[in-house]
């Protein structure tokens, strides 16, 4: 094992909520500007300036620039008056935060030079920063670097594009190869169905052999890349009803067809229920119809929730060993990829779950007491990564990068040659760690096309101050991850709030997997589902942009709505746990909940968390008392949330 490196002063990597560290990020950003200046003029010193000082002093000239300078004044008083104030602890809704200096100042400094991530001659620099970076990712999740692949994207949606983008095309690749002369021995014997339920390895080792044969970009050319997807004959794509709304997007986009998405129903932790999706394989390859995909969501957009990856990946082992059948597994972990981090030791392997809380403690990652994290079948889930196929992880998330910065990884880099536009080959020395920047253009094997560059730096740079390990960026997860268990707790034994001779309580709505803290209002003696979702509709309007400028609001967060047609009955024991009947949850069939996601980092010690507990309750005393007087001058002395 390697050296232990020490750990990071997070205090020391944000700007911080009043611009705390305001003078080493101007110097940073003064110093990235005159690099570039510098290099401008540095670039062939004998060449003469085009911009004299006489048309410099002309009246036409000093108006260009005097417009311009009223443009940007005018952009600068607009942006202070309407952008979210993530960077402040009182922010505590979408997954936003304050971002890391080291980031900031290596965007700005690589978009000054403006290189395009789509060839590597016009990124000579920032395509090995990206390229550097997607392999960072692959060793956070396990996967063996020598073989791997990963990079950066705009955000998860072109991420999870990429992943069904490699899934079909590798899906059709067996038809294919039946269907060509030259290529039919290598599947002969098997049925039609037996050949699309491979394993996706052995798969590429087909492809391995066509190569070999010189015929792979023939039998490609009769896979869905070359002829296109027929949805009939593409599988199912199976999918927990927690997903995100990208994967509807992606079966429109790629052909697959959103008929062939199948539901799998989550349990009231709001994970996949592996019952249901272990009933559901067995039928489908009972009928003998082929699955596309298996699609864990690690960390849910709306409840933080990590699917059971491990159970998932042990059910595809035992199909295969017990039926000889496959299926392609992709992990979206867009917004909890990163906090595998946090599990990690600096020698890149996952610490023993019995060991994390030593460890933990001895590097103070956890400054809230009380911190318990994570649950066991948590960290399992995350052990389980390096098996999957694919993953999707947004440094735009829990990465503290700007936006735009997705992130893509897969297992094995061979399955490029299945997208690519011009070969990639990159099978040929697995014995080491391959240098791919001079290997691959990005734009030949890639969704997207022109990127920006300054995203790969801002990714790589945060790597370099933050290691993907504990001691690294597991130093910042610990602040979000402990602020969001004592958020948590906090809620779960709140006192009630008296106003106007009425009582209210708040409590959380599940015990978290990661930081995202679903919560709710209700009022003493109303038992009314609709009335209790109507007041925190409108307590999520008093505390969120719904009102106009939120740098005006001393509290803001967001909101979501567990609906039966989304979730089925999941929420059902949650919603009788909250006080509320069975009976009501049948009938109204949906539930309001406030959302919050605690990225922030300072919340940090006994007094900050005090005083900051004390301003929250007294801001939501606030909005229920406005809440109350609303009720009282629409005259019915009765709440508003009250169904009439």
Request: proline residues 5%; hydrophobic residues 35%.
């Given at each position: 094992m390697t050296q232990p490196n020490p750990p990071l002063n997070v205090d020391a990597l944000f700007l911080g909520p009043k611009a705390e560290n305001r003078d080493f990020y101007k110097d940073m950003m003064a110093a990235a500007v005159d690099a570039h200046l510098f290099w401008r003029r540095d670039y062939f010193p004998q060449d003469s300036p085009e911009v004299d000082p006489n048309e410099a002093a002309q009246p036409d000239f000093t108006a260009t620039l005097a417009g311009t300078q009223e443009v940007l004044r005018k952009l600068s008083a607009t942006l202070r008056d309407q952008s979210v104030p993530w960077f402040s602890p009182r922010y505590l809704g979408h997954m936003d935060a304050d971002t890391l200096m080291v980031a900031n100042v290596a965007y700005l400094m690589t978009m000054l030079y403006n290189?395009?991530?789509?060839?590597?001659?016009?990124?000579?620099?920032?395509?090995?920063?990206?390229?550097?970076?997607?392999?960072?990712?692959?060793?956070?999740?396990?996967?063996?670097?020598?073989?791997?692949?990963?990079?950066?994207?705009?955000?998860?949606?072109?991420?999870?594009y990429e992943g069904m983008w490699v899934a079909r095309n590798l899906a059709t690749m067996p038809a294919a190869i039946a269907a060509h002369p030259n290529a039919q021995d290598l599947v002969q014997g098997l049925s039609d169905y037996a050949r699309r339920m491979m394993p996706a390895a052995r798969l590429l080792d087909l492809t391995d052999t066509l190569k070999g044969r010189g015929i792979f970009t023939e039998v490609r050319d009769l896979s869905a890349r070359g002829v296109g997807a027929d949805p009939d004959e593409i599988g199912k794509l199976l999918l927990p009803v927690s997903k995100h709304y990208s994967w509807e997007k992606a079966a429109d986009v790629l052909g697959i067809g959103q008929a062939n998405i199948v539901p799998i129903p989550v349990d009231h932790q709001c994970r996949m229920e592996i019952d249901a999706l272990t009933q559901t394989v067995t039928d489908l390859m009972d009928a003998q119809t082929p699955i596309l995909a298996v699609i864990a969501v690690i960390g849910s957009t709306e409840e933080g929730a990590v699917d059971p990856l491990a159970?998932?990946?042990?059910?595809?082992?035992?199909?295969?060993?017990?039926?000889?059948?496959?299926?392609?597994?992709?992990?979206?972990?867009?917004?909890?990829?990163?906090?595998?981090?946090?599990?990690?030791?600096?020698?890149?392997?996952?610490?023993?779950?019995?060991?994390?809380?030593?460890?933990?403690?001895?590097?103070?990652?956890?400054?809230?007491?009380?911190?318990?994290?994570?649950?066991?079948?948590?960290?399992?889930?995350?052990?389980?990564?390096?098996?999957?196929?694919?993953?999707?992880?947004?440094?735009?998330?829990?990465?503290?990068?700007?936006?735009?910065?997705?992130?893509?990884?897969?297992?094995?880099?061979?399955?490029?040659?299945?997208?690519?536009?011009?070969?990639?080959?990159?099978?040929?020395?697995?014995?080491?760690?391959?240098?791919?920047?001079?290997?691959?253009q990005l734009g030949n094997a890639i969704l997207e096309g022109s990127k920006a560059g300054a995203a790969a730096s801002a990714v790589w740079a945060a790597h370099q101050v933050a290691p993907l390990n504990i001691a690294g960026y597991g130093q910042i997860l610990g602040r979000s991850l402990g602020a969001a268990g004592w958020f948590y707790r906090q809620l779960a034994t709140a006192p009630d709030f008296e106003v106007g001779g009425r009582r209210f309580s708040v409590r959380p709505f599940m015990d978290p997997d990661l930081n995202i803290v679903d919560f709710s209002f209700l009022e003493a003696g109303d038992a009314s589902l609709d009335s209790h979702n109507r007041l925190n509709e409108?307590?999520?309007?008093?505390?969120?942009?719904?009102?106009?400028?939120?740098?005006?609001?001393?509290?803001?967060?967001?909101?979501?709505?567990?609906?039966?047609?989304?979730?089925?009955?999941?929420?059902?024991?949650?919603?009788?746990?909250?006080?509320?009947?069975?009976?009501?949850?049948?009938?109204?069939?949906?539930?309001?909940?406030?959302?919050?996601?605690?990225?922030?980092?300072?919340?940090?010690?006994?007094?900050?968390?005090?005083?900051?507990?004390?301003?929250?309750?007294?801001?939501?005393?606030?909005?229920?008392?406005?809440?109350?007087?609303?009720?009282?001058?629409?005259?019915?002395?009765?709440?508003?949330?009250?169904?009439?």
């Open positions: 290189p395009n991530n789509v060839a590597h001659e016009a990124s000579p620099a920032t395509t090995q920063f990206e390229l550097e970076a997607g392999q960072d990712l692959c060793r956070l999740f396990g996967y063996d670097t020598r073989r791997s692949w990963g990079h950066l994207t705009s955000g998860g949606h072109v991420a999870n159970e998932i990946v042990a059910l595809r082992q035992r199909m295969e060993a017990e039926r000889g059948q496959s299926f392609y597994i992709h992990a979206d972990a867009a917004f909890g990829g990163y906090i595998a981090a946090a599990l990690v030791d600096d020698d890149g392997q996952y610490v023993p779950y019995d060991l994390l809380d030593s460890r933990y403690q001895g590097l103070g990652v956890f400054p809230v007491a009380g911190t318990v994290w994570p649950k066991r079948e948590v960290y399992d889930a995350y052990r389980a990564l390096g098996q999957v196929d694919s993953i999707t992880c947004d440094p735009h998330k829990m990465g503290y990068v700007p936006y735009p910065a997705g992130g893509v990884c897969m297992k094995d880099r061979r399955i490029l040659d299945l997208i690519s536009y011009e070969a990639a080959y990159l099978a040929e020395d697995l014995s080491i760690e391959p240098d791919l920047s001079g290997k691959i409108r307590m999520y309007e008093l505390s969120s942009y719904f009102k106009g400028r939120t740098y005006d609001h001393p509290f803001n967060t967001s909101q979501t709505a567990l609906t039966y047609d989304g979730y089925g009955d999941a929420p059902r024991p949650l919603v009788q746990q909250r006080g509320l009947s069975g009976d009501e949850w049948d009938r109204v069939h949906s539930i309001t909940l406030l959302c919050s996601t605690v990225m922030t980092v300072v919340l940090k010690d006994s007094d900050r968390l005090q005083r900051y507990w004390d301003d929250l309750m007294g801001t939501w005393q606030g909005y229920l008392t406005q809440i109350v007087e609303e009720d009282l001058l629409a005259g019915t002395g009765t709440s508003t949330t009250t169904a009439p």
